[in-house]
């Protein structure tokens, strides 16, 4: 169960970067084809940085009979392409998590109240699923565990898949890190459409956007 819940989290942390104008994101997430919440990101665009809002809530059974909840909380303000703070907060079946990151002159300082963590980067990023220019990173910030992730994007072919009550010719992606690895498709325009991946016990968990 630990497990796949940690391959929840990582699916569920991408934050929007720079967006091209303010506007709401609302996905479903589904596990083995069943409805088990929902994810909401609300974006607002200012003239020198971005607001991040991100809220997710699950209820479930893996496997059918493993029951599960998931509620996450997260905040992030960017500046040209890059995390200036981050807050998140989690309760993970009754398990609760704070974590809070904040850019200062030389690093990016994490503290998830039992440890610092200093990131000796120029440039830190989350899991910007929607803007490929900042997901082609070769580190990514998992805000909930404070991790920051090797990672490798690698460009697929096109499929035709359905998201929300529309079908779209969709470019595909692949997202690897040690944890995971995670399939992702986009319109013609770039635009994220839906995001899979494998637990360890072989369930998929899809998001599929339908606003």
């Known amino acids: 169960m630990k497990k796949l819940l940690c391959l929840i989290l990582i699916l569920l942390i991408g934050s929007t970067g720079l967006s091209a104008e303010s506007s709401v994101l609302n996905f479903r997430i589904f596990l083995s084809g069943k409805l088990i919440g929902m994810h909401s990101y609300t974006i607002k665009k200012n003239s020198d940085h971005n607001l991040l809002e991100s809220k997710a809530d ?3 059974a893996a496997l059918g009979f493993i029951n599960f909840h998931y509620n996450h909380t997260s905040s992030e303000k960017w500046s040209n392409g890059c995390l200036d703070r981050m807050d ?11 974590v809070t990151g904040r850019k200062t002159t030389s690093a990016f300082e994490i503290n998830s109240g039992k440890k610092t963590k200093i990131i000796n ?14 997901l082609q ?12 992730t090797k ?10 898949i359905k998201a929300g009550d529309k079908t779209y010719d969709a470019q595909k992606y692949i997202l690897k890190n040690k944890d995971a690895v995670i399939e992702l498709w986009y319109d013609q325009s770039g635009r994220w459409l839906s ?3 494998k637990t360890w016990i072989g369930q998929t968990i899809r998001y599929e956007r339908i606003q």
Do not use: H, I
């Not at 980067?121 to 900042?134: A, E, H, K, N, T």
């Not at 990173?137 to 920051?148: A, C, E, R, V, W």
């Open 58 to 60: 699950m209820k479930g």
């Open 88 to 98: 998140s907060a989690t309760d993970e079946n009754g398990q609760f998590y704070k």
């Open 121 to 134: 980067s120029g440039c830190v990023r989350s899991f910007v699923y929607w803007d490929l220019s900042l």
């Open 137 to 148: 990173s070769d580190y990514l910030l998992n805000p909930q565990t404070g991790d920051f």
């Open 151 to 160: 990672v490798q994007l690698v460009k697929e072919g096109k499929e035709r």
């Open 195 to 197: 995001l899979q991946s």
